[in-house]
T-cell receptor, first 112, second 115 residues
Framework: LAKTTQPISMDSYEGQEVNITCSHNNIATNDYITWYQQFPSQGPRFIIQ???TKVTNEVASLFIPADRKSSTLSLPRVSLSDTAVYYCLVGGPNQAGTALIFGKGTTLSVSS | DAGVIQSPRHEVTEMGQEVTLRCKPISGHNSLFWYRQTMMRGLELLIY????????DSGMPEDRFSAKMPNASFSTLKIQPSEPRDSAVYFC?????????????FGPGTRLTVL
């Protein structure tokens, strides 16, 4: 499974757009990129997933360049409730199920 | 669906005691994962099952840990004997194979404290 590198922490203020970039230089052809969010005292929660170009849902956008060696999670107009740890994972399907490896994640702190 | 259900939510026990954590995956999901999370080590994958069969248990710390999945709707993680260093939050997650990578759905976790 491809290893990912992301910043340990980021700070922001309410109303700002936050972009968290993840590097995955050895991503495989069939790997997808998935982001999870974890609030204190809760399990990680799926945010968004993509393979290439741009994906957008009601929570975030995911930008993936053509070489797919990195990806950027974009959170528009963050609020205090977006304070959480954000994990970037890459992995592909296999017959026996996929065991994604969680790194340390990026701790996002949003202040008023 | 109720999501992934874990019990108990909190467990406090004394060193040397047996601890059993329980998980009910989302109905229809065919993969189940056990994780442990601590401040020092982050989120670690302990073991995962596919169609009730253990696929990879390389993350299980030692023989004191064991996991079973007797059917598609139930799994247990047992620690015997427990030690203070086992104190952590234990998460269970489930997923279903579909086109692309599996999305894992996590339970609320069991906070284990071993005194």
């Amino acid at each position: 499974l491809a290893k990912t590198t992301q910043p340990i922490s980021m700070d922001s203020y309410e109303g700002q757009e936050v972009n968290i970039t993840c590097s995955h230089n050895n991503i495989a052809t069939n790997d997808y990129i998935t982001w999870y969010q974890q609030f204190p005292s809760q399990g990680p929660r799926f945010i968004i997933q993509g393979y290439k170009t741009k994906v957008t849902n009601e929570v975030a956008s995911l930008f993936i360049p053509a070489d797919r060696k990195s990806s950027t999670l974009s959170l528009p107009r963050v609020s205090l409730s977006d304070t959480a740890v954000y994990y970037c994972l890459v992995g592909g399907p296999n017959q026996a199920g996929t065991a994604l490896i969680f790194g340390k994640g990026t701790t996002l702190s949003v202040s008023s | 669906d109720a999501g992934v259900i874990q019990s108990p939510r909190h467990e406090v026990t004394e060193m040397g005691q047996e601890v059993t954590l329980r998980c009910k995956p989302i109905s229809g999901h065919n993969s189940l994962f056990w994780y442990r999370q601590t401040m020092m080590r982050g989120l670690e994958l302990l073991i995962y099952f596919n169609n009730n069969v253990p696929i990879d248990d390389s993350g299980m710390p030692e023989d004191r840990f064991s996991a079973k999945m007797p059917n598609a709707s139930f799994s247990t993680l047992k620690i015997q004997p427990s030690e203070p260093r086992d104190s952590a939050v234990y998460f269970c997650a489930s997923s279903s194979v579909r086109t692309g990578t599996d999305t894992q759905y996590f339970g609320p976790g069991t906070r284990l404290t071993v005194l």
